[in-house]
Every structure is written in structure tokens, then in C-alpha cells.
């Protein structure tokens, strides 16, 4: 399966990261929209290369 350069680019921050990040954080450290961000977090999610926690308001994403 072949993934296209925003979901190559959440999959590397994530693997630098080395701890969750809430979609916020992703969309900082990218320089993309929140929309384009949630977006490819749940692709990703929908393809289990991620998983996502929820606290409160705030949805933490984290590789699998």
C-alpha cells in the first residue's frame, strides 16, 4: 500500500517523536492545516499504521 507524502511525513514526525502528539502538534511541526492533518491522522489510523487515544478534547496519535 502505497502512502502519499502527508501520511509519509505524519509517519516520520511520529517515529522522531517517540510520544504521542495531538493533532495540533502534528499540524505545527508540518505547517499544515488542522483539516489536512486530522484528515491523514485518521487515514493512517483507518490503516492501522497508527492509534489514537483520547483525553478530554484532545486526541493523541502515536505509531503502532
Given amino acids: ?4 507524502v502527508y501520511e509519509q511525513a505524519i509517519i516520520r514526525l511520529l517515529k522522531i517523536a517517540r510520544r504521542p502528539l495531538t493533532t495540533t502538534q502534528v499540524t505545527e511541526k508540518l505547517g499544515i492545516s488542522w483539516e489536512t492533518a486530522k484528515k491523514y491522522l485518521e ?3 483507518d ?4 492509534s489514537k487515544n483520547t483525553e478530554g478534547n484532545r486526541i493523541y496519535w502515536k505509531i503502532k
Avoid: A, E, W
Wanted: glycine content about 0%; hydrophobic content about 45%.
Fill in 1 to 4: 500500500m502505497t502512502l502519499n
Fill in 43 to 45: 487515514v493512517l489510523h
Fill in 47 to 50: 490503516k492501522r499504521y497508527i
